[in-house]
């Protein structure tokens, strides 16, 4: 287990839990890259790295999804799975508000509240996967089961 110098809610949880993980830094100068951009500054496989999305259903529920970087995420299936009519992104100026991390820096693990969390089935070819630990310029590869236990996530199709 490597630990962290750098103690974020999620990186808090992961250690609390016991979960083995590893800690990837990587610059961001203006404050943001995307996630193929986050998985060539870490040097890791782009398939190997996820992004959390926080999005908000017809009901007014939110709701999380972690795709690989370079997918993007189908709403028809994600409404599909939630059980909404209609689910949409959240705009990036409520990041802050609804889950506590900004843009960038959204780590599925530690969110303000525990919200219903899907993660792209194609996690299920690897041992581990690559989240954000968050904060912009740190993410943490974790073992896929403990991560699923830990949100309540599920398995799910979410790309095309």
Known sequence: ???????????????????????YEYEAPDGFLDGVSVARAT???????????VLQGHSKEYYV????????????????????????MIPARDITKVTGYIKGGCSPVGMKKQFKTAVDESAAAQDTI???AGKVGLQMEVPLKPLLEITGAQLKNLTD
């Open 1 to 23: 287990m490597a630990r962290s110098k750098t103690k974020t809610n999620a990186v808090r949880i992961i250690e609390a839990k016991k979960i083995p993980y590893q800690v």
């Open 43 to 53: 040097g890791m496989p782009v398939e190997h790295v996820f992004k959390t999305l």
């Open 65 to 88: 999804c972690v795709i690989p970087v370079a997918e993007e995420l189908n709403l028809k299936k994600a409404a599909k799975h939630f059980g909404e009519k209609k689910i949409e």
């Open 130 to 132: 690559i989240v954000s």
